[in-house]
């Protein structure tokens, strides 16, 4: 994926936090969720992370039908779930850090695209 089409899609999810920051899970949210002592919280976040890998999959099928270019590529019968999503989020949180280019307040969601499209790199 060129770097311009996914700042493109960042300033558009962006964008989408400003209007409704409600909506938004922020980077220190998902950390202290990810790490809670209580199961609840924890399967509470999973769910949250399979319906936004779900609508990351929908756009890409819309990307698809419209044909346009898909936001990631991932292998046809991958089935993904919370813990690729997890592990996929914290790679990307990881190698921003190293560049330092995350705040806390960020929305985690942002990272899941950005890792999405590193993890699975259209040809």
């Known amino acids: 994926m060129k770097v311009s089409r996914l700042l493109a899609a960042a300033s558009m999810l962006a964008a989408m936090t400003v209007v409704d920051g409600a909506c938004a899970l922020t980077v220190a949210d998902y950390e202290a969720q990810r790490d809670s002592a ?14 936004l890998g779900n609508g990351f999959t929908y756009a890409n099928a819309a990307l698809a039908t419209g044909g346009q270019r898909p936001l990631y590529c991932a292998p046809p019968k991958l089935a993904l779930n919370e813990d690729n999503y997890r592990r996929i989020i914290d790679e990307a949180l990881r190698k921003a850090r190293e560049d ?15 890792g999405l499209s590193r993890t699975f790199p259209c040809a």
Do not use: C, M, S, T
Request: charged share 30%; proline share 3%.
């Open 38 to 51: 209580d199961a609840e919280v924890r399967i509470a976040q999973g769910i949250y992370l399979l319906g």
């Open 100 to 114: 330092g280019r995350v705040r806390d307040e960020e929305p985690v969601e942002l990272f899941l695209l950005i």
